[in-house]
């Protein structure tokens, strides 16, 4: 998906923590099958092609600049 293609700003005080049993049964099985999701909170980013000082940058999720790092590398 494409930077842009959907609601890209979080809401104040959104915060992505989900459970293990979350983050496999619903976000990544969702991801797999192309299913939507109202945001997508999980970007897409190949980490080798980009210096890890752009990484801020790539990613779907910000708000107001502040940058949530990825915590699972898939």
């Not at 979080?10 to 991801?31: I, N, S, V």
């Not at 099958?33 to 190949?46: E, H, M, Q, W, Y």
């Given at each position: 998906?494409?930077?842009?293609?959907?609601?890209?700003?979080?809401?104040?005080?959104?915060?992505?923590?989900?459970?293990?049993?979350?983050?496999?049964?619903?976000?990544?099985?969702?991801?797999?099958?192309?299913?939507?999701?109202?945001?997508?909170?999980?970007?897409?980013?190949?980490?080798?092609?980009?210096?890890p000082?752009?990484l801020?940058?790539?990613?779907?999720?910000?708000?107001?600049?502040?940058?949530?790092?990825?915590?699972?590398?898939?």
């Amino acid at each position: 998906m494409a930077r842009g293609d959907s609601a890209t700003f979080l809401a104040p005080g959104f915060r992505f923590h989900p459970t293990d049993e979350e983050l496999l049964r619903y976000y990544l099985k969702r991801k797999l099958v192309n299913k939507p999701f109202r945001f997508d909170p999980i970007s897409v980013i190949d980490i080798y092609k980009s210096e890890p000082w752009d990484l801020p940058g790539l990613t779907q999720a910000s708000c107001n600049s502040l940058w949530l790092p990825p915590c699972l590398y898939v």
